[in-house]
């Protein structure tokens, strides 16, 4: 059965392999002036042995900053692009067809008359092209650790949760099994590997944005800067900060425009009794460094600042609530092939 | 060993349109079946229903006393099923099919599929998509006959192919049938096809079974009766009258006689067996009421129900 996957899809395997190889490549050649410089040594410090110390002196701030300069974070869009669409091309080129390509082309009716059932023929398909897919995934995943550890101060953490640890290979799993019922439900390839595209950006992106962030309550802290310059707990560096901002006396947020239009008057910075003469340029989402500038106006209007994380050792249980979460759906969507298959089908 | 194949008020409906419905019949075993229709009569269902592609949505279906839908593993292997327009992998060579037939079987006579595609000089390594309609029937009827099946079913076997390879098809088909005193049913919108080849029959006609039954004896008994234009009445209540015409002077009826027709008015001939088949299907479509047929004792029923299924939606489509 292995074999029969192989056959049918060998074309589409080996093009995969390559993008796979491709992107892989891609990630590693493209971190290496990055990781050069982080270990380029000038006057006996490097940007690493700087970060290792947490050594404030002259030459480290400007070897860090600089170096934080060029390579701030993987910044590379075709890279991020390239990881965070891999398990869409798989759902669709490898899971779509699977289904869909025999009814299309009627194939179904020599391949489910042979000696074998239906369920046994559709599970041993899937966890061969499910072996395919993660062999793939773990290529590129072993890249993306390479790539993401090319960029130590940035490059973990929240901050590239979609692509580390285990979450990417539960994506895999579940755009192929996406693919797969889309095929079976559709039972036209390319309108499979459309819905399968449109499907995992319609399920992903409201995770990221709505659900991700309430895995477990969040941390909030909302402080009077004027009274709590630097408070003690606050997000740290590889927290993920959820949201931030202004709340007004009554603990409603303040728009972003609302804010300047009460902190600058309208038409820009300008002092006035009315108005606060901030001496820096404050800005309503970064509101955490309030050094240099008049928080005593705040203090006057009665506002506070809030600001809402997730601290970074949640990482690796959000990690696992996630991957438990696109796993589930996976096997919900075996389950629905499995029904279209041997009942809606028969 | 008695029938290969029983159904009991079997039907099958897709959205609110039947494609086959109340059709009870046991096909003996030993047999060779034509199962003959106009196009949209219910035969692929039939076999699709046969096989276990399909589930029924009303009575049920046995192939040797089991079910192809709730005991797959039992039937399966005994089935040798050749869908219309014999599908095959296009990019898979010859062998590759063998292979997947290999891998797929626990039951398979890979000799016998590479002999018999030898023996009509079958290139192995070439793509099935590369070969002759006729060539690829052959590779798909020698997938079917590796299995070694006890009942072989073949959807429009015929209808690619050329006269020259429909004889070699056929021949080929009985070669084996008669070798492994297998059971085959073949389906064609043509009785004349498989006239020579097939001596029981089944005729579907909108969704219904219209006759059924040996081929010798339903030959024998269907007679043409040629008469002065009179009241035919006393025919009809005696005999079945399946078909009927008339010119000013004159009344041909076409009956399944019951005993013998004594009445020296009409001059009683004998009728081809396309001819009585044509009658059978021309009757289920005029619905005629009176013409029931019943006096074959037959487990069909009569196409009272005046229901038409000529929108029906193409078979190949409907059964995907």
């Known amino acids: 059965m292995i074999w029969l996957v192989w ?8 093009a995969l392999t390559l993008l796979a190889l491709a992107l892989a490549v891609y990630l590693v050649i493209g971190s290496w002036p990055a990781r050069a410089a982080y270990y380029q040594v000038t006057n006996g410090q490097s940007p690493a042995s700087c970060y290792a110390s947490q050594s404030t002196s002259t030459l480290c701030t400007q070897l860090t900053a600089q170096w934080r300069d060029t390579y701030d974070d993987p910044g590379d869009v075709l890279g991020w692009l390239g990881i965070l669409i891999a398990p869409a091309v798989l759902g669709m080129f490898l899971g779509a067809p699977l289904v869909a390509d025999e009814l299309e082309s009627g194939t179904q009716r020599l391949a489910w008359t042979q000696g074998v059932t239906r369920r046994r023929w559709l599970l041993t398909l899937i966890a061969s092209e499910a072996i395919v897919a993660l062999l793939l995934a773990g290529v590129v995943q ?12 940035d490059g973990n953490g929240f901050g590239a949760f979609d692509m580390m640890g285990m979450a990417p290979l539960a ?9 797969l019922a889309m095929g079976a439900l559709v039972r036209r390839v390319v309108p499979a590997m459309l819905l399968t595209l449109v499907g995992y950006l319609a399920v992903r992106i409201p995770i990221v944005l709505y659900a991700r962030p309430h895995y477990l309550p969040p941390l909030t802290l909302t402080w009077d800067p004027y009274v709590t310059p630097n408070p003690r707990i606050q997000p740290g560096s590889q927290d993920w900060v959820v949201s931030g901002g202004w709340l007004d006396s009554t603990g409603k947020p303040i728009g972003r425009g609302d804010f300047f239009a009460r902190v600058f008057g309208a038409g820009g910075p300008r002092p006035g009794p009315n108005y606060c003469t901030p001496m820096g340029q404050p800005d309503a989402n970064i509101g955490t460094d309030f050094n240099g500038w008049n928080t005593l106006c705040t203090h006057n209007y009665g506002w506070h600042y809030q600001t809402v994380w997730q601290p970074a050792d949640r990482f690796w249980l959000f990690q696992g609530i996630e991957c438990a979460l696109f796993l589930a759906l996976a096997v919900a969507l075996v389950a629905l092939t499995l029904w279209l298959v041997r009942r809606v089908l028969a | ?13 897709y959205g609110r349109v039947w494609a086959l419905q109340d059709c009870t019949l046991a096909l003996p075993a030993g047999r060779i079946v034509a199962l003959v229709g106009p196009n949209g009569a219910g035969k692929t269902t039939f076999l699709h229903l046969a096989v276990g592609l399909l589930r029924p949505t009303a009575g ?3 192939v040797f006393g ?44 890979e000799a016998y599929a590479v002999s018999r595609l030898n023996q009509f000089g079958i290139p192995l390594t070439r793509a099935a998509g590369k070969l002759s309609g006729g060539q690829q029937a052959q590779v798909a009827l020698a997938l079917g006959m590796a299995k070694r099946p006890e009942l072989a079913l073949l959807d429009e076997p015929l209808a690619s192919l050329d006269p020259l390879a429909r004889r070699d098809f056929l021949r080929a088909l009985m070669d084996v049938a008669v070798a492994d005193g297998l059971t085959v049913v073949l389906s064609s919108h043509l009785i004349t096809d498989l006239e020579r080849v097939c001596d029981y029959l089944v005729v579907l006609s909108h969704s219904r079974v219209a006759l059924i039954g040996d081929i010798e004896e339903i030959v024998r008994t269907h007679k043409r009766l040629v008469g002065p234009r009179t009241d035919h009445t006393a025919v009809a209540a005696v005999h079945n009258v399946i078909e009927e015409s008339h010119t000013a002077r004159q009344t041909t009826l076409l009956v399944r006689v ?34 029931s047929g019943g006096g074959m004792g037959g487990p069909w029923r009569s196409p009272l129900d005046d229901e038409k299924h000529d929108e029906e939606r193409d078979e190949s489509e409907v059964t995907r």
């Open chain 1, 7 to 14: 056959r049918r899809h060998r074309l589409g395997i080996l």
């Open chain 1, 142 to 153: 072993v890249a993306v650790w390479y790539w993401l550890g090319s960029y130590p101060p």
């Open chain 1, 171 to 179: 994506y895999v799993a579940f755009a192929l099994m996406l693919g």
């Open chain 2, 1 to 13: 060993m008695s029938n290969a194949l029983e159904t009991a008020q079997l039907g099958r409906r």
């Open chain 2, 60 to 62: 049920s279906v046995s």
């Open chain 2, 66 to 109: 089991h079910s192809p839908q709730r005991e797959p593993l039992t039937v399966l292997p005994r089935v040798g099923f050749v869908a219309q327009d014999h599908p095959l992998y296009k990019e898979f060579t010859v062998n590759d099919h063998l292979t997947l037939g290999r891998k797929l079987n626990r039951r398979w006579d």
């Open chain 2, 258 to 291: 019951n005993g013998h027709i004594f009445d020296p008015a009409w001059e009683i001939a004998d009728v081809t067996l396309e001819d009585i088949v044509l009658a059978y299907m021309g009757q289920a479509r005029a619905s005629v009421s009176e013409a």
